[in-house]
């Protein structure tokens, strides 16, 4: 995977930011709109479990300024999780069946990549984090024309997902997930027509969630770290759109 192309234009991430992009609708659904309109390469962004938060903000505006129109639509509809549900088995278990499910999650991909194809993308991407990288891996098993994904420290990836998948994947797990079980699911997209374009990439040294709402971006070691993944997802789309 090459990193020329819009990928060398990255600039580094900084903690204090104040989003460019625009808040608007798709529907009944809150939305974050930035990069330029009309670009015939579309980005399609799940948050994690926290929703929007100014980190996400700017990892979309810098993917905006590459040349992407980005979308990234408040699929929780203003009611987030909380860190004290992360402990809470009732809270965890309703979010899972309802605004944390595929089932819940679909029809606003649905939408919103629609909306990206309207808009004159002829190639549209998705991107999760953590808990959103489960639903984009699942877009990917459940929906035709996505030019591929990339999930940042993903949640809840199983071995069984990898045998689904229909288009490239870029994965960038953390340290505490089951590696072994990613790199035997790699294998396997291995074999797929696609395979030479996916990419696996561990980030062991940096904590969960270090590219979204957890990461302390004033580190310049977190930072750091947070610009080799954009490197990384810049890139990975660069070789599956045209210009």
Not at 26 to 46: A, E, H, P, Q
Not at 191 to 218: H, Q
């Amino acid at each position: 995977m090459s990193s020329s192309g819009s990928s060398s234009k990255i600039p580094p991430v900084v903690a204090n930011y104040t989003a460019k992009g625009e808040r608007g609708k798709l529907g009944d659904i809150d939305c974050y709109f930035t990069g330029k309109k009309g670009s015939k390469r579309g980005i399609f962004v799940n948050y994690d479990a926290f929703r929007y938060h100014p980190n996400v903000f700017q990892i979309c505006d810098i993917l905006g300024s590459l040349g992407h129109y980005v979308v990234a639509p408040d699929l929780f509809r203003g009611e987030p999780l909380t860190m004290d549900d992360l402990g809470n088995p009732v809270a965890m278990g309703k979010f899972m069946q309802n605004s944390g499910s595929w089932n819940t999650s679909k029809p606003n991909y649905v939408q919103g990549i629609e909306y990206l194809r309207n808009s004159g993308a002829t190639s549209v991407g998705v991107i999760g984090f953590c808990w959103g990288g489960k639903v984009a891996l699942t877009s990917l098993q459940e929906l035709d024309g996505i030019v591929g994904g990339a999930i940042i420290h993903p949640a809840r990836v199983t071995s069984d997902d990898f045998a689904k998948i229909n288009a490239p994947l870029l994965a960038l797990p953390y340290n505490d997930v089951d590696l072994e079980m990613f790199k035997k699911g790699y294998e396997e997209l291995g074999t797929r027509p696609f395979g030479a374009k996916c990419r696996l990439e561990s980030f062991v040294d940096v904590v969960y969630g270090f590219c979204g709402p957890r990461g302390d971006w004033s580190d310049p070691a977190i930072a750091k770290r947070v610009n080799d993944a954009i490197q990384l997802v810049a890139a990975f789309f660069d070789d599956l759109m045209p210009n």
